[in-house]
């Protein structure tokens, strides 16, 4: 295997906290990579001191966007950073997220033996599946016959996302850029074009890549009022994964395949306040809030 094979980019945004864990995770799990935080030009004073004296393995871009664009300037980021590596593959992940466990060479093997027996695919999902939607995921997700990966029975569904594509990915940079890929800005427009350059996309047997749960959410660059109280009652200290030992990790990999890497069975909060099934935002804690976050959110649409 050829050095630094993979490179992993941190899509961020003023969440210190979350992003100083996101950066732990990766320095601590992966073999030799390259690590680059893409910060979509953060205001908070402690995000920009973290920013400042970032370690010096990790690199930092702070792309130009304009004002008021949805998902900030999430997709013309993740496209320079397409654009810009220089590595085989690409890991795309958020400042809300946490590698869960060691990246070993048994894992590198696995992602050029998926891109290899899939020759005509150029995404790889590495997060583990989330428990609320077990059922959903029980009926729709298989596994594959001639290679240990899973994929989803797509057929019938309006939206694609999270079929062919999601905004959190490992990708065949190459394989992108021979097909002209270019991001769109929206995730199901990106699921659209997915499909029809590649197909389904792939899902780790033994993924490495975990949301954290309840994380305060923005919309474009904004926090709604109920996002903010929820943030307030909950506490801002991410709702990072304790770190299991070796054998688990080997008992994990070894396991049934028919048993879904569902991230309740396998993964615990440091906070053991935290519900099962995991809410991933705040919000959604509070069944009032989520009511008035969506009545902000429709409100800000029409006015």
């Not at 939607?133 to 029980?138: A, T």
């Not at 009926?139 to 999601?166: A, E």
């Amino acid at each position: 295997m050829t050095k630094k094979v993979l490179s992993i980019y941190i899509f961020s945004y003023n969440r210190v906290k979350f992003l100083a864990n996101a950066i732990e995770s990766c320095l601590n799990y992966s073999l030799p990579f390259d690590l680059t935080i893409i910060d979509d030009n953060s205001s908070d004073p402690e995000t920009k001191n973290l920013l400042r004296n970032l370690p010096d393995k990790v690199a930092l871009i702070q792309p130009l966007q304009e004002k008021n664009m949805r998902h900030g300037g999430l997709y013309n980021n993740m496209q320079m950073a397409l654009e810009s590596s220089k590595s085989d593959w690409v890991l795309f992940i958020q400042d809300d997220m946490q590698l869960v466990r060691p990246l070993e060479e048994d894992d590198y093997q696995y992602i050029e033996g998926f891109f290899q027996q899939f020759p005509k695919k150029a995404f790889l999902n590495p997060v583990f599946l989330k428990g609320q939607r077990h059922k959903r995921n029980q009926r729709i997700t298989y596994l594959n016959n001639d290679f240990p990966c899973y994929f989803r029975n797509s057929s019938g569904k309006k939206h694609q996302t999270g079929f062919s594509y999601t905004d959190v990915f490992l990708a065949h940079r190459t394989r992108l850029l021979d097909k002209h890929w270019v991001f769109s800005l929206s995730e199901n427009e990106n699921s659209l074009q997915a499909k029809e350059k590649f197909g389904l996309m792939g899902f780790m047997a033994s993924p490495f890549v975990m949301y954290l749960p309840q994380v305060p959410v923005y919309r474009g660059k904004y926090k709604t009022l109920a996002v903010k109280l929820a943030e307030k009652w909950s506490g801002s200290d991410p709702k990072s994964f304790i770190e299991k030992n070796k054998n688990f990790w080997n008992q994990f990999k070894s396991r049934d395949l028919n048993n879904l890497p569902t991230a309740e069975n396998y993964l615990e909060c440091i906070d053991k306040e935290i519900k099962k099934p995991y809410q991933y935002s705040t919000v959604n804690n509070y069944i009032f809030l989520r009511v008035i976050h969506k009545f902000e959110l429709l409100w800000n649409s029409i006015k």
